[in-house]
C-alpha cells in the first residue's frame, strides 16, 4: 500500500467499486493476445438489444511510455499516450480521438507522501481545465476537483470529499453536483480470512429531497468464484457471480430485478473474457 493518499478519485472508490463495478446488463465478449514483441490485441464486442457494438485496441509498452490505439464500429480512432516518471512521481496523458479534433486533451497525475494531484487541458483554443487534489495519508485523505470551461467562463463542476482508508473499513463523505448532492458510503471487511465484505452508500439530492440507499455485500465463494448482491431503496435488487476459470480469463453473470414491477423482465447480463 502507497504512503500518499491517492488521487481524489480515490475517495470512495473502495463502496463503489463493491456496489458497482462488474454489474453489466449487456452481452459482452474480450479477447486479449499478445505478440512475441509485447504488443496487444484486445477485441471487444458488445451487444446492446438488437445493437452490436464492437471495437479493436492496441497496446504497446516500451521502458516507460505506453501507447494505446483503439478503432471502433464507428470508424472512430482514439489514441492514448502515458509517459511514466518523466518527472519524478509523475505520469503524463496525451490523448485524442480522429475525427474529432476537440478531443485532444494533455493529462498529468503527480502522486507523493502527502499529496495526490491530477489535471487535465484540452488542447484547443478554449479548453476546458480540470483539476482534482487530494491531501493527508493512506488512511486519511481530503481534496476536491474542479472543472473551469474558459469558452463561456464558468465553472462546470466542483467536488469536494473527505476519505478514511483502514484495512478493516473505509468510509467518505462527498459533495458534489456543484453542491446539490450529498454522498456518504461505508464499507467493512466482515471476515479478513474470507474477505466477505459490506458495503452501504446514501445519496442525497437536496434541490429533490431525494434520497437513494444502497447496500450490498461481495463473497468470495472460493478463489477463483465471488458472489456479489445489492438492493436500494427503490427495489432494485442485484447479483453478480464472477468465476475465474483460468488465470485472468474472468467469466461473469449479473442480474437485476425490479421488485417492485415484477410483472417486467429480469436485466440478465453476461460478459466473457480471455486472456492467454
Partial sequence: MGKGPGLFSDIGKKA???????YNYDQKFTVTTYSETGLAFTSTGIKKGELFAGDLKTEYKYQNATVDVKVDT???ISTNITIDQLVPHAKTIFSF???????????????????GLSSSIGLTPTPVVEFSGALGT????????????????????????????????????????KGDT??????????PVTKTSVAAEITHKISKNENTFTVGSSHPVDHLTTLKTRVNNHGKLGAL????????SLVTISGEVDTKALD??????LALALKP
Fill in 16 to 22: 463503489k467499486d463493491l456496489l458497482t463495478k462488474d
Fill in 74 to 76: 464507428n470508424s472512430s
Fill in 97 to 115: 480521438k480522429i475525427p474529432d479534433h476537440k478531443s485532444g486533451k494533455v493529462d498529468l497525475q503527480y502522486l507523493h507522501d502527502h499529496v
Fill in 138 to 177: 493512506h488512511e486519511y485523505s481530503l481534496g476536491g476537483e474542479l472543472a473551469f470551461d474558459t469558452a463561456s467562463g464558468t465553472f462546470t463542476k466542483y467536488t469536494a470529499g473527505v476519505g478514511v482508508s483502514k484495512p478493516e473499513f473505509s468510509a467518505a463523505i462527498i459533495l458534489a453536483d
Fill in 182 to 191: 450529498v454522498k456518504a458510503s461505508y464499507t467493512h471487511m466482515v471476515n
Fill in 241 to 248: 457471480l464472477q468465476h475465474e476459470w483460468r488465470p485472468k
Fill in 264 to 269: 417486467k423482465s429480469a436485466k440478465i447480463g
